[in-house]
């Protein structure tokens, strides 16, 4: 006999289908190698007796305060811990029940449907201006379209285009200068038609630049406003373009002076499902949610995003990541820009566990090797 302890970070489903288990056990199984770890923040003391018995009930567990079985203050922050199959149990069970459980029913049924993107996409970085904070990322003329031709090379699924710098305190330029630094990019990938080879994005919330480039042959738009402008929703709508919607508090300029938030993983939960609804009235199909790394978050702030970026799957949408060599790192362990590769490593394949499936890097050939041996490890 040979005993072996495995890693829970494993691919349970193909350790299961390899062992011969059929499908019907394989989906029990699955479900109960599934742990889920939720927060629930000003619960009624009342329901958190009965969320804990019911809990115990099943198997599952739930971590509460001392006094709260007698009632020693009447709300309390509780940690649930439970199985895929417990929280569905759970999920029915409190569906009868008072205090506010009827409500929390539906929360936890939304983890239970979250489901996680099997393949993950890169998104390669390409400036066009002269003032990002990577001074390794900015490009123009020829040297711009060698660059996006060796990045898909290097293994990019998409190519991110901007030709204005978000970094913290920088400042805004009108959308024809913004034009004028892109155009002659955007005009060359389309005569050698490059957007056959691989997906274009463009990093702009300016509705003249976006017409321009969806006209010719970019297909996603990456705006940091989160759709803002109700000009860009309807130009996004009216191309078919997907929209990547990103959580900014403030404006680039400022956003870095004190940042605040009452709970950021659900400050910006609440401005996603404002903007999906506003990206669906305007006919947008295809949408993907970017916490927005950096724009307007403490480093706490964005530790907690990146940590639990699996909060986000309950939306139905693709998530999008991107720390690549941005100033948090530094804030971690003291580094240039120049300098924080294995940081940005280290920040996305956190990510990428946690549900993001569409990383944004500078380093693309770097990032594709580091995500092979992330997929290998994992069996």
């Not at 191309?239 to 004190?258: D, F, K, L």
């Not at 903007?275 to 790394?293: H, M, N, T, V």
């Not at 693709?318 to 920040?347: F, H, Q, T, W, Y």
Request: with cysteine.
């Amino acid at each position: 006999m040979v005993v072996e302890k495995l890693s829970n970070t494993i691919d349970l489903h193909r350790e299961l289908k390899a062992l011969g288990v059929d499908s019907g056990g394989i989906s029990i199984l699955a479900d109960k190698g599934k742990m889920h770890l939720i927060r629930i923040r000003d619960l009624h003391v009342g329901a958190a007796n009965i969320l804990k018995q019911d809990a115990l009930s099943i198997g599952a567990d739930l971590a509460v305060p001392k006094g709260t079985v007698t009632a020693l203050t009447p709300r309390v922050d509780v940690l649930l811990i439970a199985t895929e199959r417990q929280l569905q149990q759970l999920a029915k069970k409190e569906k009868a029940q008072p205090f506010g459980l009827k409500q929390l029913s539906v929360e936890l049924e939304s983890f239970c449907h979250a489901k996680y993107e099997n393949e993950i996409s890169i998104m390669g970085i390409l400036n066009a201006n002269d003032d990002s904070f990577y001074h390794a990322s900015r490009f123009q003329g020829n040297q711009a379209i060698e660059r996006i031709e060796s990045m898909i090379n290097e293994g990019a699924d998409i190519i991110d285009l901007g030709g204005v710098s978000s970094r913290p305190g920088s400042m805004a330029v009108s959308a024809e200068e913004e034009l004028r630094r892109v155009r002659p990019i955007i005009d060359a990938l389309y005569e050698q038609r490059l957007y056959e080879k691989t997906t274009f994005s463009l990093d702009s919330y300016e509705p003249e630049v976006i017409s321009y480039a969806l006209e010719r042959g970019f297909t996603i738009i990456n705006d940091i406003t989160g759709l803002a402008n109700d000009e860009v929703a309807r130009l996004c709508g009216s191309y078919g373009a997907t929209a990547v919607i990103m959580h900014m508090q403030g404006q680039p300029a400022t956003m870095q002076e004190n940042p605040a938030y009452s709970s950021v993983i659900t400050d910006v939960e609440h401005f996603f499902r404002e903007r999906i609804a506003k990206g669906s009235s305007y006919g947008i199909k295809e949408i993907i949610l970017d916490c927005g790394i950096g724009f307007g978050k403490r480093l706490e702030d964005n530790l907690s995003l990146i940590t639990h970026q699996s909060h986000y799957l309950r939306l139905g949408k693709k998530l999008l990541v991107g720390a690549s060599r941005k100033s948090m790192i530094n804030a971690i362990s003291p580094s240039s820009s120049d300098e924080r590769l294995a940081g940005s490593l280290a920040i996305h394949l956190k990510a990428i566990e946690q549900g993001a499936s569409i990383v944004r890097v500078h380093d693309v050939k770097e990032h594709a090797q580091a995500i092979h041996v992330w997929k290998a490890l994992r069996g």
